[in-house]
């Protein structure tokens, strides 16, 4: 009887403890993952490389994203000190544990800054869920070279490093010829540089990055159009990869000289930001063409608007690294814009000029560091000229004083009174404001005819044959004219602000006789001087490489 029951009693309890498990199993807390934020890449960041996210554990809120930090993110540290981010929807596959965990991924760009990476997924409120290990960088590769012209049988190469100590270049004909190595200059900019520009406003200096060294060092007697290889680096050190370019071809009335240009571009490594859609579609096909034939094109002006930057330190690594494909094989000549210069307190103004805050506080320093162009010898001076092949080229800055015996105004008109029609026949104009658009914006057509009023009668009495222009963010071709008119004999006034910054599509109606052909896609101008009397010109959509506008002008 005693077995019987404790065996019966037995039983009972086991159902018992089978019944109340299974009641109670869903409301237990289980266990739960770890978010996890995990980077893939391949080997140290030496100048661009694919960074892979990926995420998991996570459950998905509206508003989460994730902060991509140069220098890396430290706990404790304010979130908002990212130098990038992204939506983390943009990469969420959802699923994996219930309808509201997410997992993800996401691939982007890195480029080196000096400094290592880490990313943050960070819940919408700003609490941080998780961090992953940090990216390495290489601080000691040398970056960014890029080539300009810096007079007959000269170009130069700029190029970054964090190294200070023996920078130098080695070049040589070809790809196997008697390598010549000479030294490089070095310069960069602190926060000091620019307090002098800062009279009525500060910006915030947290966007400030150290910029590295700058270093710069000019080839001379070459040979004209010859491909010639160079790498840069440290002595004793690292060096990049080899690069071939063209070099510049002989001054002659007859040399046919082709030149890409264009404005208005930024960078597309800048995640969260989706103003800059045309940046890679341009430099692809611009990379791609000179990637089939060296020779493809001999000069590009960029035209002002050039990182857009605004003080944002890091945007500046990431857009002369962007374009390197083009801006390292092709001498890359610029001017100023208001995105590089503008800023409260600037020298010149008017009551008509509608000059803002759009360097954000740089007022050009980045600029002017970073580019080897013939203004460095003279300080505060933004304006120079070049002949190139069959082309006098003059390039102008509308952010300085540009109004009749102004000391720029004076320059131009020396420059041009001085122009050897029987050596280089083609005369351009290179400005970033344009002297005419029937783009939509009143602020900047007042700009305009004081433009016009100041030195459209001084570039019609030189026989200017083109004025090339940007700011608009579209493509405008004008016939020859002469305040306003249509002329048999006067310059062409292009816009091609397409380089890659968000298109403009707000246009002027009626449309003025001036304007021949107008529209808005992204791409860039490609004009061939063939000889001294005949000049080719089109305008090629990045897409596809079509041809949307073309003309010649002989004489």
């Known amino acids: 009887m005693i077995q019987y029951v404790s065996l ?10 089978i019944c109340m498990s299974n009641t109670y199993n869903d409301v237990i807390p289980q266990p739960t993952a770890t978010p996890q934020l995990v980077a ?43 130098i990038m981010w992204f939506w983390a929807a943009d990469g969420s596959k959802g699923g994996g544990g219930g309808e509201q965990t997410s997992e993800g991924e996401y691939t982007l760009q890195l480029v080196n800054t000096r400094t290592n990476y880490n990313f ?98 000019v080839m001379t007697d070459l040979v004209p159009d010859t491909v010639y290889t160079y790498t840069y680096g440290t002595k004793n050190g690292k060096y990049s990869e080899p690069t071939s370019f063209k070099s510049p071809p002989p001054l002659n009335k007859d040399t046919k000289t082709s030149v890409i ?71 890359y000549m610029i001017s100023l814009g208001n995105h590089e210069f503008d800023y409260p307190g ?42 190139y092949g069959n082309l006098h080229i003059a390039i102008v800055s509308l952010e300085h004083n540009f109004t009749e015996n102004s000391p720029q105004w004076i320059w131009l008109k020396n420059d041009l009174s001085r122009v050897d029609r029987n050596t280089t026949p083609w005369v351009i104009l290179c400005t970033h404001r344009p002297f005419y658009s029937s783009g939509q914006t009143e602020g900047d057509h007042k700009m305009e005819e004081h433009i016009r009023s100041e030195m459209e009668e001084l570039i019609y009495n030189y026989g200017v044959d083109l004025v090339l222009g940007g700011h608009y963010h579209n493509y405008e071709r004008t016939c020859p004219l002469y305040k306003e008119k249509c002329i048999k004999k006067g310059p062409i ?42 000049l080719e010109f089109t305008f090629i959509g990045c897409s596809d490489g079509s041809i949307h506008d073309t003309f010649w002008i002989h004489k």
């Open 346 to 387: 600037q020298k010149f103004t008017a009551p008509w000029t509608n000059y803002g805050i759009d360097s954000n506080g740089e007022c050009g320093i980045p600029t002017y560091k970073r580019f080897n162009m013939p203004w460095a010898a003279e300080s505060d001076v933004w304006w120079y000229s070049f002949n």
């Open 8 to 17: 019966t009693f037995l039983l009972l309890l086991f159902k018992y403890c």
């Open 493 to 534: 006034h292009v816009v091609a602000g397409t380089a890659g910054t968000e298109i403009g599509d707000k246009w002027d109606y009626p449309v003025p006789k001036w304007s021949i052909f107008r529209m808005s896609t992204y791409g860039h101008v490609q004009f061939i001087a063939h000889n001294s009397t005949s």
């Open 261 to 331: 240009f264009y404005g208005d571009m930024g960078t597309s490594l800048w995640k969260g930001q989706s103003n800059f859609q045309g940046v890679a579609c341009v430099i692809k096909y611009l990379a791609n063409q000179i990637d089939k034939n060296l020779g493809s094109y001999d000069l590009l002006l960029h035209v002002g608007d050039l990182s857009y930057a605004t003080f944002w330190g890091w945007i500046w690594d990431m857009w002369i690294q962007e374009i390197v494909p083009i801006a390292g094989r092709v001498p």
């Open 40 to 82: 893939t890449y391949s080997g140290l960041i030496t100048t661009i490389s694919s960074v892979t996210l990926t995420w998991s554990s996570i459950e998905l809120r509206q508003g989460d994203y994730i902060g991509v930090y140069s220098p890396p993110f430290n706990p404790g540290g304010p979130v908002n000190s990212y």
């Open 120 to 217: 943050v997924y960070v819940r919408a409120g700003g609490s941080v869920l998780t961090i992953s290990k940090e990216v390495i960088v290489d601080s000691l590769y040398p970056t960014q070279g890029h080539l300009a012209y810096t007079g007959p049988n000269q170009v130069s190469v700029s190029w970054t490093s964090g190294v200070k100590d023996d920078p130098v270049l080695m070049y040589s004909k070809g790809e196997r010829g008697t390598a010549i190595t000479i030294s490089a200059k070095t310069d960069t900019y602190t926060l000091d540089d620019f307090r002098t520009c800062w009279i009525k406003k500060s910006p915030d200096i947290s966007y400030f990055r150290d910029p590295g060294f700058l270093h710069t060092a």
